[in-house]
């Protein structure tokens, strides 16, 4: 069964940093991009960033500007999502979604639960 | 706002169908598949067609999807109260060099 599983959400002061995490099983994670996707409290879904099977791709949402780094550890079967200079507007509950992407994006087939991120003093 | 746009709501009685729009441009829409994603209230979203129109195993076929030009639409046929969710289209945009999504319809079975 596949499973994603978001840790390290949480309450983090404007202007801090968080690194969020996706343990990947139950599949062949280093055969998959994987993504992270947003969803602000009562908002719609915001695509943030995707990272290629072998780190060889990475994309970002414009919107970020340049202060999210995503990252893998295909040994770790794990995604991460560095997230510095954290602004109020970055509250939501953070997904990591994987795509088949054969080679070209496709679809997001399997999400997370999603982890909470809450920025505020 | 969206680069995607959809109906912010939609609704229908049992049994009815309804349809969700969803209006790109040449550089998403025009040149990429569209999927659509249901998401039940306090859930995590779920993959509902990918490809214009492929249902993935599970998912009924009185849902079914469609794309013409720079537009897609959702078609929910037989509409029942475990309908009731929000639906958003996704696509990848070849300007932007990333995903894009629709805004959200709320669908109401009344």
């Known amino acids: 069964e596949v499973q994603l599983v978001e840790s390290g959400g949480g309450l983090v002061k404007p202007g801090g940093s968080l690194r969020l995490s996706c343990a990947a099983s139950?599949?062949?994670?280093?055969?998959?991009?994987m993504n992270w996707v947003r969803q602000a409290p009562g908002k719609g879904l915001e695509w943030v960033s995707s990272i290629s099977s072998n780190s060889a791709y990475i994309y970002y949402a414009d919107s970020l500007k340049g202060r999210f780094t995503i990252s893998r550890d295909n040994a770790k079967n794990s995604l991460y999502l560095q997230m510095n200079s954290l602004r109020a507007e970055d509250t939501a509950v953070y997904y990591c979604?994987?795509?088949?992407?054969?080679?070209?994006?496709?679809?997001?087939?399997?999400w997370g639960q999603g982890a909470l991120v809450t920025v505020s003093s | 706002q969206s680069v995607l746009t959809q109906p912010p709501s939609a609704s229908g009685t049992p049994g009815q169908r309804v349809t969700i729009s969803c209006s790109g441009s040449?550089?998403?829409?025009?040149?990429?598949?569209v999927d659509w994603y249901q998401q039940l209230p306090g859930t995590a979203p779920k993959l509902l067609i990918y490809?214009?129109?492929q249902r993935p195993s599970g998912v009924p076929d009185r849902f079914s999807g469609s794309k013409s030009g720079t537009s897609a639409s959702l078609a929910i046929s037989g509409l029942q109260s475990e309908d009731e969710a929000d639906y958003y289209c996704?696509?990848?945009?070849?300007?932007?060099?990333?995903?894009?999504f629709g805004g959200g319809t709320k669908l109401t079975v009344l």
């Open positions: 979604a994987r795509d088949p992407a054969t080679p070209q994006p496709e679809y997001f087939d399997y």
């Open positions: 040449s550089s998403n829409i025009g040149i990429n598949v």
């Open positions: 490809s214009n129109n």
């Open positions: 996704a696509v990848w945009d070849d300007s932007l060099n990333g995903w894009v």
């Open positions: 139950g599949f062949t994670f280093r055969t998959y991009t």
